[in-house]
């Protein structure tokens, strides 16, 4: 019995799941992972051509590659399959470029930049995306909405295709994870969040294919939200929808659940309830100032 009453509980105030970045920052390193993508990302987009990316956000990426103990290894992959390797002191932010054409199997050095002059110079762009038949005009509402609160937003014309490999039919739904995934290849240096009108879910205690609203990667700059009520596969209200793309996205840019309850960030053991509250704490407002964000 007891563990009923504790199960349907934790169904009730379960708002969404987040998962901790796992990227691990070296120790005594003076310039970090994020830094040295930021950086490069930076570079890449001052020093290359990205409209061909506007139409078609696949065709052009920058992603981390591997790390060594000394040097962190990014990478810029250009429309014509062309690689270009940042290669990052961890201590000293000097950075080897080198660029590496795989179908000539020629690589050359191409000239060195330093990492900390391309650090914290732009605020990252939020890249909204709509999976599948997610209507365009909801789409546009949320876009203005983020755009009070944060001074780069993007939303991308085209609709994106759902990841089969996602889906759930028994269930008719989309593991929440695969989608952020997904959309990691879309962040283009900034966020990428992704709307969908399909149930997602997120393994827990209870199910394995358990249904949630939304869900983030913490820290790591991708968000998902549905606009569906998972148990009653209703529609959000607008208001809703709003609020819970505001709480995604705030982990997204590294914020926990807050202890606050009126807070936006609150813990879902703390009763989280839609339009309950429609701001942040002071303490996670000046975590999301620091971010860039506008209050
Ligand atoms: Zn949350
Ligand atoms: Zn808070």
Redesign the pocket.
């Known amino acids: 019995m007891k563990s009923i009453v504790i199960s349907s509980l934790l169904m009730a105030l379960l ?4 998962h901790r970045n796992k990227t691990d920052v070296a120790q005594h390193a003076d310039i970090t992972a994020e830094m040295a993508y930021e950086g490069v990302n930076n570079y890449c987009h001052s020093e290359y051509d990205w409209s061909i990316a506007e139409e078609n956000p696949s065709m052009m990426s920058v992603t981390m590659g591997e790390e060594t103990e000394t040097e962190y290894k990014v990478i810029f992959r250009s429309y014509t399959g062309a690689l270009v390797n940042f290669y990052v002191d961890k201590a000293s932010g000097k950075t080897r470029m080198v660029e590496s054409v795989p179908t000539l199997h020629v690589d050359s050095t191409i000239g060195t930049i330093d990492i900390l002059d391309y650090v914290g110079k732009a605020k990252p762009t939020i890249h909204i995306y709509r999976y599948g038949t997610f209507p365009e005009a909801k789409a546009k509402q949320l876009k203005a909405v983020l755009e009070k609160v944060y001074p780069s937003v993007t939303l991308a014309g085209e609709a994106i295709e759902l990841p089969q490999d996602c889906y759930y039919k028994p269930r008719d739904r989309y593991k929440g994870t695969g989608l952020l995934d997904d959309l990691k290849k879309l962040r283009h240096g900034g966020y990428a969040l992704g709307l969908t009108n399909k149930i997602i879910y997120d393994e827990n205690e209870i199910s394995p294919t358990f249904g949630i609203f ?1 869900i ?1 990667y913490m820290g790591d700059s991708v968000s998902v939200i549905s606009s569906l009520r998972p148990k009653t596969f209703q529609p959000l209200s607008d208001e809703d929808m709003e609020e819970l793309m505001l ?2 996205l705030g ?1 997204a840019f590294g914020l926990p ?1 807050c202890k606050d309850e009126r807070c936006m ?1 609150v ?2 053991e703390h009763g989280y309830k839609f339009a309950q509250t429609q701001s942040f704490c002071p303490s996670c407002r000046n975590y999301l100032n620091s971010k860039g964000w506008l209050f």
Do not use: N, Q
């Open positions: 708002l969404c799941s987040c939304g983030s709480h995604e982990h659940h960030m813990d879902a």
